[in-house]
């Protein structure tokens, strides 16, 4: 069966360190992946997503940027962080981006706080 | 363009009842699917249940059930026999337009169901 893994589960950095999360799926080859933020108490905002190796594609302009240097992992990155960069990270995946019947499956997410 | 609309920010249902978490939304094409998310406070997100334009059959897995509307465009969660362990935040989703790309799901900005005994 397929899994995700995401890390680190917490994180505290001060502004304007930098900032790598990881994710990896298992069980599934060339999967499509996403990373969204989540803030306090509000809905998802999807950040990038890859539909393969150097594909990555953003839908918000930011202090963000993401990278994907294999197939099954997906890193997110920032080289200065802002205090506004402080919520809850989750990478996801499926394997039909452009299909109506394909759920996205998530990791148990990155709180980050940035302070 | 596409728009999830969740109008309950919060609902409370007492255990063994059962609830009804509402979701409408818009959409131009003629295939899409709905999703149903649970989000525990410990964050992850979990899929619960899917709906495709054309079923038939209201989806059902286990306690969760779709009461799927197509001509009024909602649908809605059923949780039959809420138990403490469905205090959570329920988010409804959409799937991407055909014509959109590599996009991903629409998210509605979630339902917060608290259950007590």
């Known amino acids: 069966s397929q899994t995700i893994h995401q890390w680190p589960a917490t994180l505290v950095q001060p502004v304007g360190s930098p900032l790598s999360l990881e994710c990896t799926v298992e069980g599934t080859s060339n999967p499509n992946l996403y990373w969204y933020r989540q803030a306090a108490g509000r809905g998802l905002q999807l950040l990038f997503y890859s539909v393969g190796i150097g594909q990555i594609s953003s839908e918000v302009p930011q202090n963000l940027s993401a990278s994907r240097p294999q197939d099954r992992q997906f890193i997110l990155s920032s080289k200065k962080l802002l205090l506004s960069d402080s919520g809850f990270y989750l990478c996801?995946?499926?394997?039909?981006?452009?299909?109506?019947?394909?759920?996205?499956?998530f990791g148990n997410g990155t709180r980050l706080t940035v302070t | 363009a596409q728009k999830i609309t969740q109008t309950q920010p919060g609902m409370f249902v007492q255990e063994k009842e059962a609830v009804t978490l509402d979701c409408t939304y818009d959409t131009s094409d003629p295939s899409y699917g709905l999703f149903w998310y649970k989000q525990p406070s410990s964050g992850e997100m979990i899929f619960l249940i899917y709906q495709g334009s054309y079923d038939q059959q209201n989806a059902t897995e286990g306690r969760y059930s779709l009461n799927f509307q197509k001509a009024r465009k909602s649908a809605n969660l059923v949780i039959s026999a809420s138990q403490l362990g469905d205090s959570a935040m329920y988010f409804c989703a959409m799937s991407p337009p055909m014509n959109s790309g590599y996009s991903t799901l629409t998210f509605g900005k979630g339902t917060m169901l608290l259950v007590s005994p």
């Open positions: 996801a995946w499926n394997k039909e981006a452009r299909s109506y019947n394909s759920p996205l499956h």
